[in-house]
């Protein structure tokens, strides 16, 4: 069994200037907001870890994250499409089949 409930990571990869990444496209500012907001809702009391990740391989759809165990693939441009996969997903349980990929 899982130490956790939902463990979130975040692609915060860095590449070179051209290539396209999810830092590039705010990805490491989405997962601190993702970090703060959690931490405001009670979530990492409540068995929510959100860690920054290294490359998903998925730059082209970025800033991308992944939600285990359901191993939900989610996009997300600002911090409200971070907002509605904390509220729908991890308290509602319910995944955001707009964001997903």
């Known amino acids: 069994m899982s130490h956790f409930k939902h463990h979130v990571f975040f692609c ?5 200037e051209a290539e ?12 601190q907001y993702a970090k703060n907001r959690a931490r405001e809702l009670g979530l990492d009391a409540a068995g ?3 860690n920054k990740a290294g490359c ?3 730059c082209d759809e970025g800033p991308v994250l992944v939600v285990y165990p359901e ?3 989610y996009t997300c441009i600002d911090a409200s499409d ?6 729908s997903h991890l ?8 964001l997903r990929i």
């Open 91 to 98: 308290l509602g349980g319910k995944v955001v089949e707009r």
């Open 12 to 16: 915060c990869n860095q590449r070179p």
């Open 20 to 31: 396209p990444c999810c830092h590039a496209r705010g990805g490491t500012e989405l997962f």
């Open 56 to 58: 998903l391989g998925r």
């Open 48 to 50: 929510v870890r959100i």
């Open 82 to 87: 971070v907002e509605e996969i904390l509220q």
């Open 71 to 73: 191993a939900s693939w």
